[in-house]
Nanobody, 123 residues
């Protein structure tokens, strides 16, 4: 059974940083593009960032470009999201996702989802 398990969420003050991790039980982790989404209360799920199978390509939503950075360690089956200069509007549940196709992140049609980790940014 495939599992994506996020960690690293929590409470942080505005302007602070957090690093999210997502550990994947995918047998062939390097065969999947990985990415992050978030969903704030009462809002639709929002794409944030994606990284290709061996990390050569990354793609970011305009809302986080320059503040967030996605990376992966295929030896550890883990993808990361470094979040800097956090704002109260970044408060949301953050989800890790996996897909065979890098372009799938544009549509949000993922092969696998994690259960999410809550990030709360106080003003």
């Amino acid at each position: 059974q495939v599992q994506l398990v996020e960690s690293g969420g929590g409470l942080v003050q505005a302007g602070g940083s957090l690093r999210l991790s997502c550990a994947a039980s995918l047998r062939t982790f390097s065969s999947y593009a990985m990415g992050w989404f978030r969903q704030a209360p009462g809002a639709q799920r929002e794409f944030l960032a994606a990284i290709s199978r061996i990390g050569l390509r990354t793609y970011y939503a305009d809302s986080v470009k320059g503040r967030f950075a996605i990376s992966r360690d295929n030896a550890k089956n883990t993808v990361y999201l470094q979040m800097n200069s956090l704002k109260p509007e970044d408060t949301a549940v953050y989800y890790c996702a996996a897909s065979v196709g890098f372009s799938d992140f544009a549509s949000g049609s993922m092969d696998y989802w994690g259960k999410g980790t809550l990030v709360t940014v106080s003003s």
